[in-house]
């Protein structure tokens, strides 16, 4: 409902107020009150005289006022009133605005502001004594909010370029958005041919470098840095503008980038093959600050096996990446389609695409210096058994195994490499109609082995005292015995996603000090099975136990095996050895 219907009271304290402003005789002249056709909202259209020269402006009261301040713009003309105007919608931008309007304060007080603009705007101090505080700010965003070209700027970036000497070849990426393009610097060329690469900025802008450019110093008080703004204005093409700067002509009729470096800044240009006006890009600055704990940096050097690059894993596996981790080998034999966009952290563009090559991709787009390898491989599936024994054994060599299929099967491979190495394994489950899940961790010294905290888990479940859950129909649903069929979805897959990379991290980086005080945990999203409310949440202690298990071999046995074995390795010596 509209606040002037609802609130009488304060509808005509803003009429008095204004009557009251009109009969100072300051400059606000001839109040005309009425409704904007466009949304009904109450508005008020005033004359405002600073001498001899009148503006009309008219001041419309948002629907949620007093909570929001009333929007003032001219009318009648097309002028503005200099850089405290938003060009787009010609609203005034006054010492009252979204940041600092409280509710006591009304539209009188925008109208005085308008007056003041207004003076200013024509080089008139106005000496009415209006004391209004101006605290003029704006965002990076919505200073850039109408460029069209956007240059990226890191911190490691900006300090480069304070460094160029001359003029030194440069290497961006480039990426065309849905209402502009987007750069970002990644290399500079050094004067002995070798190459500074940005190591803040993501690998696969990194590796798709083809916009080429040059970065060039220059004085402060040069003529032609004064002449580039006429010159844009006045659309010269995109060949004189480079050759202002640059004798050497634009090569192969490509786009290029002109950096211009100043002692006091950078401007960078957009230089077009078409020969089109050249274009100013608008800089996104960087912000200052780490934007993660310190502790995470150790997540660097540690090397993840990702088992799964679907739903669970595509999320945990980019969650790594976010939080610091940069060596990954992901595992999958799957293709992405379009059902799967649901749940799984990667979008249409990437459909029918194999998942372990997309995420790899996506690792390489959210972090620097990331490592990856890739194996479109389908473990204890029907792939050449040669393949299955390497690949386990290049899992056994990583830091820690990330089971994220939910596959019996691939669990014992995982296992098995945990095992032969001596390994940290994690694993993680979404239950079927995405009620809960499961998080669970096996380190060697600390705790079971992955196969025996498996059984512990499974035991666990058992209980006499617990209910059956429900049955699963296919992955991530499941029925009741009663009602409709229950569907996991993206925020249930989430959520145990988000558990589970916490654990990760912590088992990463802890070691022994963890702030997690048992290594399994069933994790309730709702009111199913054992769980009696949202976040509820059972720990399992599976407390400590042996990875390697030695059997108990009669003594004769053994020497007999011994011997078997130097027969063995004896003959292939001598085979050597003849070679």
Not at 100 to 116: F, Q
Request: net charge negative; charged share 25%.
């Amino acid at each position: 409902m509209w606040w002037f219907i609802t609130d009488q009271v304060r509808l005509l304290t803003e009429r008095a107020a204004i009557d009251q402003l009109v009969a100072e005789g300051t400059g606000v002249e001839n109040a005309r009150w009425g409704v904007s056709e466009s949304n009904f909202a109450l508005k008020v259209d005033v004359d405002l005289r600073i001498d001899d020269k009148v503006r009309t402006v008219t001041m419309i009261y948002p629907l949620i006022f007093p909570n929001a301040p009333p929007v003032v713009r001219p009318i009648g003309e097309t002028t503005d009133w200099g850089a405290h105007q938003y060009l787009a919608s010609g609203d005034l931008c006054l010492e009252y605005r979204a940041d600092n309007w409280h509710p006591d304060l009304g539209g009188a007080v925008m109208l005085r502001s308008a007056l003041k603009l207004m003076a200013a705007d024509l080089g008139i101090t106005h000496t009415s004594g209006w004391a209004l505080p101006s605290a003029h700010h704006v965002t990076n965003g919505q200073q850039i909010r109408g460029n069209w070209c956007r240059m990226n700027m890191t911190a490691a970036g900006r300090a480069k370029l304070a460094n160029v000497t001359g003029t030194q070849p440069i290497k961006l990426h480039r990426c065309w958005g849905p209402q502009s393009v987007m750069v970002t610097l990644t290399h500079t060329i050094e004067l002995d041919d070798t190459q500074w690469v940005d190591p803040t900025v993501p690998t696969a802008l990194v590796e798709d470098a083809r916009l080429d450019g040059l970065a060039m110093t220059i004085s402060a008080d040069d003529a032609r840095l004064k002449a580039i703004d006429s010159f844009l204005k006045d659309g010269a093409s995109s060949s004189a503008f480079w050759s202002m700067f640059v004798t050497e002509p634009i090569l192969n009729d490509e786009d290029r980038c002109l950096m211009l470096v100043t002692p006091t800044g950078v401007r960078a240009f957009y230089v077009r093959s078409d020969d089109m006006r050249p274009y100013e890009f608008a800089l996104v600055l960087p912000d200052p600050g780490n934007r993660l704990p310190t502790r995470n940096a150790d997540l660097a050097d540690k090397r993840f096996a990702i088992l799964g690059c679907g739903s669970l894993g595509s999320k945990v596996a980019t969650t790594l990446a976010r939080s610091g981790a940069r060596k990954f080998i992901l595992i999958d034999a799957d293709v992405l389609k379009f059902e799967n966009l649901v749940r799984n952290d990667l979008d249409a563009k990437q459909a029918g695409a194999s998942k372990v090559s997309v995420v790899a991709q996506r690792l390489k787009r959210v972090a620097a210096g990331v490592d990856v390898k890739v194996h479109n491989f389908l473990l204890g599936g029907q792939e050449p058994g040669s393949k299955d024994d390497a690949l386990v054994r290049e899992i056994a060599n990583a830091d820690i195994i990330v089971e994220a299929t939910g596959d019996h099967d691939v669990f014992n491979y995982a296992a098995a490499a945990a095992r032969l190495n001596e390994k940290t394994m994690c694993w993680a489950r979404v239950f079927a109609g995405g009620y809960g899940g499961l998080i669970a961790r096996a380190r060697p010294g600390l705790d079971p082995n992955p196969f025996d905290a498996r059984s512990m888990i499974e035991q666990w479940c058992a209980q006499p005292g617990f209910p059956e859950p429900p049955q699963p129909e296919k992955n991530y649903a499941s029925r009741r015995e009663d009602g409709p069929p229950m569907v996991a979805d993206d925020a249930d897959v989430s959520a145990i996603a988000a558990h589970f990379a916490r654990l990760l991290i912590d088992t990463a980086i802890a070691g022994d000090s963890s702030e997690f005080e048992c290594s399994a945990y069933m994790i309730g999203l709702r009111k199913e099975w054992i769980f009696e409310r949202p976040f509820d949440t059972w720990p399992i202690d599976l407390g400590t136990g042996l990875w390697m298990h030695p059997a108990e071999i009669d003594p004769d046995v053994r020497a007999e095996g011994y011997k078997a074995l130097l027969e063995i390795f004896g003959a292939a010596a001598g085979v050597q050895a003849n070679d």
